[in-house]
């Protein structure tokens, strides 16, 4: 069993039923997630001892968060538990067909946003970890938070664990005055590992894609061109996964991943995903596949397709967490589709 540390926000998550407006009834249905979390979820839910790295208010609130954790195995022992800030929030609203879904943030003023790398032993924390992973969602939060993720990632290297980052580019977040380029670029020299998709590369790394995500169609070659050229900057980085999403509308993706590797360039088998139960948290789960995969397989083009395959099982799962499991990953990744009643 390997250790894997992932370090972020974990937030209260707040959703219209099914695909309602919000307040179109009095409900919404509350749940847990973020992006490191769901991360850890998957790993641990996959066999191996995650660990997730936050700051949360003592209070029922945050105990919440804390216990959710521990319902899925994930190590919450490194968790600060403080009085300073609150739970963050984010409000979801499920689209359908040409309706896009909708994200509300409230999360000024967290835990996590407030806390400083001085809160955190990231020497001790990474003891015996194998991977760190970290997305570009939580320096964004804050300068603390960016901070933070960067002592992590120099602690993590320390220790000699590989690191990994997916940028997500989150453009409402970015208000703290320094740039996602100018914050991103500097994480990304201590990654062995990038996780990404084209917005992500060209917002996060200011290096510019000629790939037209709205025409439902991918160039798939443009994305050989535009990680190479990620390497090429970034000669630290080993290996990139870049998620290939064709939106034709909110219930219909195409789905799929390439991987400029140690020994190539990969394409992934695709899915047309219909009829989409939830795609927040999907490319987490693709996060956590390639994490596992290329810490388990020697076969570059199967941890692809492993990574791949989590993430098309999570749009079929509502909430954040992918709670599938391992077998049926593994089993969806060699080509058993068929989505007949196991008996």
């Known amino acids: 069993m390997s250790k894997y540390v992932t370090f972020g926000e974990i937030m209260l998550r707040l959703k219209s039923p099914e695909h309602e407006r919000f307040f179109q009834s009095p409900l919404l249905e509350a749940t847990f997630g973020g992006g490191e979390a769901n991360v850890a979820v998957s ?5 191996e001892h995650a660990c997730f790295v ?17 319902k899925h195995g994930v190590d919450t022992s490194y968790i600060k538990m403080t ?6 929030i984010y409000y979801l609203e499920t689209g359908a067909v040409q309706r896009p879904s909708l994200v509300v943030y409230d999360r000024a003023d967290s835990s996590v946003a407030l806390a400083k790398p001085s809160d955190f032993d990231f020497e001790e924390i990474m003891k015996g ?41 989150r453009k409402k977040l970015w208000k703290y005055g320094k740039t996602a380029v100018e914050v991103m670029r500097e994480l990304a020299k201590y990654a062995d590992v990038i996780i990404a998709n084209e917005e992500d590369i060209q917002m996060c790394l200011g290096i510019q894609a000629k790939v037209d995500v709205t025409s439902g169609k991918l160039d798939k070659e443009s994305y050989k ?19 290939l999403r064709e939106s034709h509308s909110a219930d219909h993706n195409g789905w ?3 991987l400029n590797g140690k020994t190539g360039f990969y394409l992934s088998r695709h899915y047309e ?21 290329l810490s388990k397989y020697e076969d570059e083009q199967y941890a692809l397709n492993f990574a791949v395959a989590a ?30 009643v196991q008996r």
């Not at 050229?229 to 630290?236: D, L, T």
Request: glycine share 12%; aromatic share 6%; net charge neutral.
């Open 256 to 258: 799929g991943a390439a």
């Open 225 to 243: 061109v535009l990680t190479d050229e990620v390497k090429k900057q970034f000669p630290n980085v080993s290996q990139i996964a870049v998620s």
């Open 273 to 293: 995903i219909t009829d989409i139960i939830d795609r927040v948290g999907g490319g987490d789960s693709f996060a956590a596949g390639i994490i596992y995969g």
């Open 43 to 47: 790993l641990s839910l996959f066999g």
């Open 83 to 88: 009085k300073e800030g609150r739970v963050g």
């Open 54 to 70: 936050t700051a949360l208010p003592a209070n029922a609130i945050g105990e919440g968060a804390v216990s959710e954790l521990r």
């Open 129 to 169: 970890a194998t991977w760190f992973h970290v997305t570009g969602i939580t320096p964004a939060v804050s300068q603390n938070c960016a901070d933070c993720a960067l002592e992590a990632m120099k602690a993590a290297k320390k220790a000699g664990a590989k690191v990994s980052i997916d940028l997500n580019y």
């Open 311 to 340: 993430s098309a099982l999570k749009h079929t799962i509502p909430g954040d967490f992918n709670l599938t499991r391992l077998s049926e990953v593994e089993a969806l990744a060699k080509g058993d589709g068929s989505g007949r």
